[in-house]
């Protein structure tokens, strides 16, 4: 009969300190060391290797791996090997898919210590070329109740089996790897969304200041061509604005390659649903969202930066003006414009709005830049207020 640990599912044994019943101080020194390695400067599958490496010197076992759960939490996604040569490796051929025993451990993870590994009932036998192995113990990798991986070593070195000790050391180490390994999952999260967050910044700077400097420069340029005299000057003039042209219409696809493919892969029109599912805590109810025609394929990145932008001002306005019970947002789209219209059935915008707001004008200013215009009206029967931003498209943008 497998020997289950004796610790295993003993709730007494959850209160104990977990490194009762190593006696020895050198191997709880050699523990201590091995674990203060994760505060090392070394990257995980170095940090893995270490921690299995350690616990082959330290439990004397003849071998010691690590198995890394795949996302799925089902097979394995990383393996670390430690007591086989590299040519037996290579002659078994494929690493462990996490069956048998392996997979045991990955569905029930507690402590598992076995005198005899091939006598077990879930063993699916060894690989060919695999060398032979007996006494098993192993751990689950573990952080709360996230389970990570797995430790295991096999065949004691001096002894047919592993001892109760050999355990608590073993559950140690995968303590100190389990720590590690969401170490670094969390440091790529972190990173991942830094890396987001820049690209999006230097994107909307490289739109809003660059992009619309060069612009302003090009117009300005070009009003003058007409009252230079010297036809020579003039060409130059010409060509420096056909340069900025030329410039902006690079850096727009620089803005492109930066901001594709969509954070999450989101199209515009998710970007605009999540909007609005945003806003509904906000409004106290869920706005209504209708589009029409390719709002994915017409409408080009930069124009879709402006219109989530619009959007986002239109019901934050419905939010804190409007005393509104119902908002209709309508993106609709020709191959010759775009139409947004934000519709609300709360107070209006009437005569008593307030001056000096700045987020009209910016979707005036939004639309103009864009050729279009900005018209705020009544809502559909008299009541509330109507935004209607309307644009141009061309086929060749902006
Ligand atoms: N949906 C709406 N319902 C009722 N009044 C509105 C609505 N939208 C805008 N208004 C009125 O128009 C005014 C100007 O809006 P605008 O967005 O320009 O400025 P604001 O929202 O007051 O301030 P901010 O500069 O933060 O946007 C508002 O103060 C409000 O009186
Ligand atoms: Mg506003």
């Given amino acids: 009969m497998p020997l289950r640990s004796p610790n295993a599912g003993d709730p007494a044994h959850e209160h104990m300190s977990p490194l009762r019943g190593v006696e020895d101080p050198d191997r709880l020194r050699a523990l201590v060391a091995a674990v203060l390695a994760i505060s090392a400067d070394l990257s995980l599958p ?70 005899d590994l091939g006598a ?29 991986g797995n430790l ?25 790897a389990g720590v590690a390994i969401e170490n670094s999952r969390l440091l790529a999260r972190v990173q991942e969304l830094r890396l987001v967050e820049d690209r999006e910044r230097i994107a909307a700077d490289l739109h809003d200041t660059v992009i619309q400097r060069l612009f302003a420069t090009g117009l300005g340029l070009q009003s003058s061509v007409g009252k230079i005299d010297n036809p020579a000057a003039a060409a ?30 989101r199209t515009l029109r998710d970007e605009i649903l999540a909007l609005a599912t945003e806003a509904a805590p906000n409004l106290g109810f869920e706005p209504r969202v209708r589009f029409e025609g390719l709002i994915d394929h017409r409408v080009s990145d930069i124009v879709g930066i402006h219109l989530l932008a619009v959007l986002r001002e239109a019901l934050a306005n419905v939010v804190r003006h409007a005393g509104a019970s119902r908002v209709l947002v309508d993106v609709s789209v020709t191959s010759d414009d775009l139409v947004a219209k934000v519709t609300d059935d709360g107070i209006g915008a009437g005569p008593g709005r307030r ?4 987020g009209l004008a910016s979707l005036r200013h939004r639309a103009e830049t864009l050729g ?22 061309r086929a060749d943008g902006p």
């Fill in 355 to 358: 001056p000096g707001g700045k």
């Fill in 372 to 393: 279009g215009t900005l018209e705020v009206g009544e809502g559909a029967d008299g009541n509330g207020t109507t935004v209607r931003w309307w644009v141009p498209l």
């Fill in 120 to 148: 077990h009932p879930d063993s699916f036998g060894f690989p060919e070329h695999h060398p032979p192995m007996r006494s098993f113990l192993g751990v689950p990798i573990r952080l709360r109740d996230q389970v990570f």
């Fill in 152 to 176: 295991y070593l096999t065949d004691k070195h001096g002894a047919g089996e592993f001892s109760n000790e050999d355990e608590i050391l073993a559950v140690a180490l995968a303590g100190a």
């Fill in 46 to 115: 170095a940090l893995l290797r270490h921690i299995v490496e350690s616990a082959v010197t330290l439990i004397d076992a003849s071998y010691g791996a690590l198995g890394v759960l795949d996302a799925a939490g089902v097979g394995l996604a990383e393996f670390v090997n430690v007591g086989m040569t590299a040519e037996q490796i290579a002659a078994i051929g494929h690493l462990p898919e996490g069956h048998g025993i392996l997979g045991l451990l990955i569905l029930e993870p507690e402590p598992l210590r076995l005198a």
């Fill in 236 to 265: 130059r003039v010409q060509e420096a604005v056909d340069e900025l042209d030329e410039t902006i219409r690079q850096i727009r696809s620089t803005i492109f390659a930066l901001q594709g493919p969509r954070v999450g892969g």
